[in-house]
């Protein structure tokens, strides 16, 4: 470190010690991957001396650990609102001066390479030669194609660069001309139409011949601005890098050093290539299998154990399959391309989901899984649930991964809430490991790399997961933080602010009869966390850490409403415990009953043991707060826990003999997608077909009733077959569905405009696609089976008060009743938008309405006018004779909207 930085932190922790009035403060720096203490301001005191000591950690933008800022004093202290924010700009103006000290030196060594390299020639008189051609290359030219007028720009640069006079006048075809035949003129042919049609930008390094007839290289970089789905403008810019090309090579030629660096650099970016390619369609189609098939099977009559493996089962695939279609494409992270998602969720049941994912893993492995949300958490947060669930199990995964015994827990807090709603909220993932060495913490956040290469050989993995997970938080507007001894276990935490809500909170019947509870549990960390759910309740704990501890305290003749045993102790077992309490005590004076607390793992012999002792109920760990609660209630009740797979009626389905064809050439999504159909289309006729060739031939004979359509195939893909059906005498009304496992920007748009009428993602749901029967099969859905044909009207809601009531839960009705208003006036001015745009025949602008009223009529609950608001968005000019009916159609249904919303406002 120079003399200059040097001096500057001196000041700083000089001014932090005088702002916080600290005997001592001390800044660290990572210097050669080891973090040393570097400056200091006042007398230096040890660790066990400091009453008072807090640590700053000094992190870049990207994440990555530079030092750390500390503050130690022998007395107590406490920094004030003030105090606290000079801190976080003195912190601030650090971690800047560090990053500036590390930009300068990595230049100044860069520097020194390039002159060592060049007096091995000890020809100066090169040297300079060479670095004014180099100082060329900051000329760079632009250039922008106008799509819609046909019209192209160059700038002064680029057609100096092409050698052309000032006042030529280039085309797109000229410019196309100027690209050397052969390998150039194909990838930039090849990337106009490739950008054109999927917006994707290109990077190209390619060959001209000049219109002097000279050759150059340059570097060309194009992008796109679209406009409702069309490509409206290219541009880009260009770069003569022929002066580098030649420098490259002279450098490889002259210096084997940077020809091994190079080379290494490829193998890199080769390995990263081959895990992301891994991560791709031959992964996605085992996975919709898994997530269909369990989907039909937790719908049949299964027993407790069995629905809820098969849940989790079901939970892990789902998780898995959103990690693969939205988060492993780790190009698309690093391009910052990556967009959250971000809706309403439940706190309380995300945690409780999360947990239950590794939950089984960690038991499998001897594990006390352990989840410990704070009763002060706000009910309801707006965030990205699949990211934010990615990440959380990507750390409870590396904590199972990393721990042999102990415990794993999930912990999640609200450290501030403000007067605004949104709450600062901390989510720490604490294990019982291995710990990581300090001097490698900062290592583990680099992608593809562990703490050393021993760890990736024992434990496996890839190495990816936190960076990923780093990178999410940043756009989240956080970071991972780590807490780690070596074979103490680490701590991974994060801090992110939500904007939350609450809701009322859940009632449970007779829960007050119960005043005290024994807890019997060799888990330190589990006895506290049931302890302050029941302490909520003001229900006094008694605690014991093992069965004979229980024995002893009954002997004593203490008594007990409910005693919450769990299962897996060491000496003596909570069902042996239980055994011998009945043995010696009876059924206790007052008692309620026995909870057994037990893992996924456990087998079913403990059914058999529970009912031989009289053992209430049994909760599978980690418990969570309102499970505790409902199981106390239905103990007291003495309530039988109902199976959550039975439904209170059957379920519903289309009646009618349809025909329907299934284009699809994976023969495990065929099977699933027959399956659900015919769960939901009893009487239809199914067609199967393996690729669109097939399809086409099908159609050729009969147009069904509905299509489902597989855009990925071999032969001919979905886009292809749609349109060939589209050309067809009755090819043009049958309703086509999109199937695909892409999760694309811009894939529902780019089906549509092939002619499809809508969109539906794999794996398929049986609930989702009986939605989209609704929608575009006018047949009648009824609760028992009954013929109808496909020309019979649907029933639909005009209008469902319960969706608005659902979605703001927790209100003031005096919010339904203005939002009612602004609903009614949005309709009414959309009615004489969407009538403007028909007489002028303006698709798009019908489209663009379409769209608004379709997200509004979902929120409020307008279930027939959401389905014409939908049909409307879709619209095409292909399908423009139809457009006069359906205006007709939304015109009817909203004045019968606005009726029906103006009668419920008299009622608020």
């Known amino acids: 470190m120079n003399a200059i930085l040097q001096e500057k932190l001196n000041r700083q922790t000089e001014l932090a010690s005088l702002v916080c009035n600290v005997q001592v403060a001390t800044i660290s720096i990572i210097d050669d991957q080891q973090q040393s203490v570097v400056v200091a301001s006042g007398i230096p005191i040890t660790a066990k001396e400091a009453a008072f000591h807090i640590t700053y950690d000094l992190v870049s933008s990207s994440g990555e650990l530079l030092g750390t800022l500390s503050l130690m004093d022998k007395a107590p202290r406490h920094l004030?609102?003030?105090?606290?924010?000079?801190?976080?700009?003195?912190?601030?103006?650090?971690?800047?001066e560090i990053i500036e000290h590390n930009r300068r030196?990595?230049?100044?060594?860069?520097?020194?390479?390039?002159?060592?390299?060049?007096?091995?020639e000890k020809d100066l008189k090169r040297t300079r030669e060479i670095l004014e051609r180099t100082s060329q290359l900051s000329r760079i030219g632009g250039w922008e194609v106008d799509l819609v007028n046909k019209e192209m720009f160059w700038s002064d640069v680029t057609k100096e660069i092409h050698e052309v006079p000032p006042d030529f006048s280039p085309t797109l075809s000229a410019a196309v001309g100027f690209y050397k035949e052969g390998e150039s003129r194909k990838k930039i042919t090849a990337a106009l139409k490739e950008i054109i049609e999927t917006g994707r930008p290109w990077d190209l390094e390619l060959q001209i011949v000049t219109a002097t007839g000279k050759e150059r290289w340059v570097r060309a970089v194009g992008n796109a601005e679209f406009e409702n789905g069309k490509c409206k403008r290219l541009y880009g810019t260009f770069q003569d890098i022929s002066v580098s090309k030649e420098t490259e090579q002279e450098l490889i030629s002259q210096q084997a050093s940077l020809a091994a660096a190079k080379q290494q650099a490829e193998q890199a970016n080769i390995a990263k290539s081959e895990f992301l390619a891994n991560m791709s369609h031959e992964i996605r189609t085992p996975l919709n299998g898994v997530i269909g098939f369990t989907e039909l099977v937790l719908k049949t009559d299964l027993n407790e154990t069995q629905h809820q493996y098969l849940s989790i089962v079901n939970q892990s695939a789902n998780a898995l399959l959103s990690i693969i279609n939205d988060i492993l494409d780790f190009s698309k992270i690093e391009s910052g391309k990556l967009e959250l998602d971000i809706d309403k969720y439940d706190l309380y049941e995300f945690s409780s989901q999360v947990s239950d994912i590794v939950s089984y893993q960690a038991q499998h492995k001897g594990l006390e899984m352990l989840l410990n949300v704070s009763p002060n958490l706000p009910r309801f947060a707006w965030f990205d649930e699949v990211r934010l669930k990615q990440i959380l199990i990507n750390l409870l995964g590396n904590a199972v991964k990393f721990t042999s015994n102990g415990e794993i827990e999930l912990k999640v807090t609200p450290l501030e809430i403000k007067e605004d709603g949104k709450a600062r909220i901390r989510f720490e993932v604490r294990d019982t490991g291995i710990g990581i060495k300090p001097e490698k913490q900062y290592k583990i956040f680099e992608a593809f790399r562990q703490e050393d290469a021993s760890t990736t050989k024992k434990y496996g993995g890839t190495g990816l997961g936190l960076t990923i997970s780093n990178k999410l938080l940043a756009l989240m507007g956080t970071h991972l933080q780590i807490k780690s001894n070596i074979n103490e276990g680490s701590t991974f935490y994060f801090d992110i602010e939500l904007p939350t809500a609450e809701a009322p909170p859940d009632k449970w019947e007779s829960l007050e009869k119960i005043r005290q509870v024994l807890i019997v549990d060799d888990n330190d960390n589990n006895r506290t966390i049931l302890k302050e759910m029941l302490s909520l309740k003001n229900i006094a704990c008694t605690e014991a850490r093992s069965g004979f501890e229980a024995l002893d305290t009954l002997t004593k003749g203490e008594r007990f409403d409910v005693i919450l045993m769990d299962y897996h102790m060491p000496y003596m077992d909570g069902l042996e415990t239980v055994k011998k309490i009945r043995h010696h005590f009876g059924r206790l004076p007052g008692e309620q009953g026995v909870i057994l607390l037990h893992s996924s793992a456990d087998d079913e012999r403990i059914i058999r043991v529970c009912d031989q002792l009289d053992i209430g109920?049994?909760?599978?760990?980690?418990?969570?707060i309102n499970e505790l609660y409902n199981s106390l209630s239905m103990l007291i009740r003495k309530e039988k826990r109902a199976k959550r797979h039975k439904h209170e009626k059957e379920e519903q389905w289309i009646g009618g003999r349809l025909n329907i064809l299934i284009v699809e050439d994976n023969p495990v999504n065929m099977l699933l997608a027959t399956t659900i159909?015919?769960?939901?289309?009893?009487?239809?006729?199914?067609?199967?077909?393996?690729?669109?060739i097939e399809a086409v031939r099908i159609c050729r004979g009969k147009i069904p009733d509905l299509i489902l359509m597989d855009v990925q195939m071999p032969v001919m893909n979905g886009y292809e077959a749609t349109k060939k059906i589209r050309e067809m005498p009755g090819g043009q009304r049958?309703?086509?569905?999109a199937l695909t496992a892409g999760n694309l920007k811009g894939e529902r748009e780019k089906c549509i405009e092939a002619g499809m009428n809508d969109f539906i993602?794999?794996?398929?749901?049986?609930?989702?696609l009986l939605q989209l029967f609704r929608k575009w099969l006018t047949v009648v859905i009824e609760d028992s089976p009954v013929t109808l044909t496909t020309e019979q009207e649907a029933k639909e809601t005009h209008f469902d008060m319960g969706t608005l009531e659902a979605y703001l839960v927790g209100e003031d009705r005096s919010v339904?009743?203005?939002?009612?208003?602004?609903?009614?006036?949005?309709?009414?001015?959309?009615?004489?938008?969407?009538?403007?745009?028909?007489?002028?025949?303006?698709?798009?602008?019908i489209n663009r309405i379409g769209h608004k009223i379709r997200g509004t009529s979902q929120i409020i609950g307008l279930a027939k006018l959401a389905r014409i608001a939908d049909q409307l968005d879709t619209l095409t000019v292909k399908r423009e004779p139809e457009f006069g009916f359906l205006i007709e159609s939304m015109q009817e249904e909203s004045l019968l909207v606005i009726k029906l919303m103006e009668e419920q406002i008299m009622k608020i």
């Open 80 to 96: 004030d609102a003030l105090q606290q924010k000079q801190m976080k700009i003195i912190v601030s103006d650090v971690t800047a």
């Open 816 to 845: 339904l009743k203005q939002l009612l208003k602004l609903t009614i006036e949005e309709l009414k001015t959309s009615v004489a938008e969407v009538q403007a745009a028909a007489a002028a025949v303006d698709i798009r602008k």
């Open 617 to 624: 109920l049994r909760m599978v760990k980690p418990i969570k």
């Open 105 to 120: 030196e990595a230049l100044q060594n860069s520097e020194r390479n390039f002159r060592a390299f060049f007096e091995l």
């Open 734 to 737: 049958v309703p086509i569905m």
């Open 677 to 692: 159909v015919k769960r939901i289309a009893h009487d239809a006729r199914i067609y199967e077909a393996q690729d669109g």
């Open 761 to 768: 993602g794999k794996p398929l749901v049986q609930q989702k």
